[in-house]
């Protein structure tokens, strides 16, 4: 499988003007502009990752890539960041939808509502409403994906993934304990030191650091992004992360339940954001309903390590097998 995805897979990275912010995505497969593409070669289905926080799409690729050769690149495969996690490049141009300027403006877009409604508009501008979706979340985009079907119940969501799903009691987690002072108390005190530290910092030395850090971690080469010691999305990551503690409290059952046919959730054994006594109680709640446990011993971040992501990529591709076998 891994000499699959050591094949040439393309990939096509966009900014563009969602809501009136730029906006990171990367599209594995040849279809870049689902709008125009109106001849017998346009996917029937689009495969849509949202990420956790931060949002960062670059973390994704291997995940991306690897999926999009598992189901032989049939349909795109495309990762969109949060609004204000990412900038782009001096040089990037800036993508505009058609009808982006007509788009009502968004109160508290870098908030977690906000991020809801980001990812909605960006469907409605640049995806025909004739192409199927499934959504795959991570983290606090499993919190975001079910929102989506709650708010756009009209969407043609054929399935949903839930990955390592934040959808409830954050700040009662044992890593939620840890980051709700920082993130609520200490918020600004870290937007002050970040601006301090990292502002003055040529864009050489941050690219050094970030290429430090990630030969120490072990991250594959391709998730190198610049925005992770960008002041502006390092706050704007902060500013979401506290709204996640005191927004995420009780499960939307409610929502879960109208769309239970739809889910597939998958919890880790060494999650601390959502740990195993979470799973026990949504299995509890809705025993039949598509919950699993990672036999495997994933981590939460597992886009960070090259092996966990193909690893994922496998399940879901393979949970992904029957929906996608009808179309």
């Given at each position: 499988?891994?000499?699959?995805?050591?094949?040439?897979?393309?990939?096509?990275?966009?900014?563009?003007?969602?809501?009136?912010?730029?906006?990171?995505?990367?599209?594995?497969?040849?279809?870049?502009?689902?709008?125009?593409?109106?001849?017998?070669?346009?996917?029937?289905?689009?495969?849509?990752?949202?990420?956790?926080?931060?949002?960062?799409?670059?973390?994704y690729l291997p995940f991306a890539k690897a999926l999009y050769s598992l189901i032989n690149g049939r349909f795109p495969v495309w990762i969109i960041g949060h609004a204000?996690?990412?900038?782009?490049?001096?040089?990037?141009?800036?993508?505009?939808?058609?009808?982006?300027?007509?788009?009502?403006?968004?109160?508290?877009?870098?908030?977690?509502?906000?991020?809801?409604?980001?990812?909605?508009?960006?469907?409605?501008?640049?995806?025909?409403?004739?192409?199927?979706?499934?959504?795959?979340?991570?983290?606090?985009?499993?919190?975001?994906?079910?929102?989506?079907?709650?708010?756009?119940?009209?969407?043609?969501?054929?399935?949903?993934?839930?990955?390592?799903?934040?959808?409830?009691?954050?700040?009662?987690?044992?890593?939620?304990?840890?980051?709700?002072?920082?993130?609520?108390?200490?918020?600004?005190?870290?937007?002050a030191i970040s601006y301090l530290l990292l502002k003055p910092l040529p864009e050489k030395i941050k690219f050094l650091i970030t290429r430090m850090v990630f030969q120490?971690?072990?991250?594959?080469?391709?998730?190198?992004?610049?925005?992770?010691?960008?002041?502006?999305?390092?706050?704007?990551?902060?500013?979401?992360?506290?709204?996640?503690?005191?927004?995420?409290?009780?499960?939307?059952?409610?929502?879960?339940?109208?769309?239970?046919?739809?889910?597939?959730?998958?919890?880790?054994?060494?999650?601390?954001w959502c740990p195993k006594e979470y799973y026990e109680d949504i299995k509890k709640d809705f025993p039949e309903g598509d919950i699993r446990l990672c036999e495997k011993?994933?981590?939460?971040?597992?886009?960070?390590?090259?092996?966990?992501?193909?690893?994922?990529?496998?399940?879901?591709?393979?949970?992904?097998?029957?929906?996608?076998?009808?179309?």
């Amino acid at each position: 499988m891994d000499s699959k995805i050591k094949e040439e897979i393309p990939v096509h990275e966009e900014f563009v003007l969602c809501c009136g912010i730029e906006t990171q995505v990367l599209k594995c497969g040849p279809w870049t502009d689902l709008l125009s593409d109106q001849g017998a070669n346009r996917p029937k289905v689009l495969i849509f990752i949202i990420t956790g926080n931060p949002g960062l799409t670059t973390f994704y690729l291997p995940f991306a890539k690897a999926l999009y050769s598992l189901i032989n690149g049939r349909f795109p495969v495309w990762i969109i960041g949060h609004a204000g996690h990412s900038v782009a490049p001096r040089d990037k141009k800036i993508r505009a939808a058609s009808d982006d300027s007509n788009t009502q403006e968004i109160k508290d877009i870098y908030g977690l509502r906000g991020q809801i409604e980001h990812k909605l508009v960006f469907l409605r501008t640049h995806v025909p409403k004739q192409i199927k979706l499934v959504l795959i979340g991570h983290s606090i985009g499993c919190y975001i994906s079910l929102q989506m079907l709650k708010y756009a119940p009209e969407l043609p969501v054929i399935r949903c993934l839930m990955l390592f799903p934040t959808i409830e009691r954050m700040s009662q987690s044992p890593s939620g304990r840890i980051a709700t002072p920082l993130l609520c108390w200490f918020r600004f005190a870290l937007y002050a030191i970040s601006y301090l530290l990292l502002k003055p910092l040529p864009e050489k030395i941050k690219f050094l650091i970030t290429r430090m850090v990630f030969q120490v971690k072990n991250i594959p080469n391709e998730c190198l992004c610049m925005s992770l010691l960008n002041p502006f999305c390092l706050a704007n990551a902060a500013y979401l992360g506290g709204q996640e503690m005191v927004q995420v409290v009780e499960r939307d059952n409610e929502t879960i339940k109208k769309n239970l046919s739809k889910l597939t959730f998958y919890y880790g054994t060494i999650d601390h954001w959502c740990p195993k006594e979470y799973y026990e109680d949504i299995k509890k709640d809705f025993p039949e309903g598509d919950i699993r446990l990672c036999e495997k011993k994933i981590p939460h971040a597992f886009v960070m390590s090259h092996i966990h992501s193909l690893e994922m990529a496998e399940m879901a591709a393979d949970w992904l097998k029957d929906d996608l076998s009808k179309i």
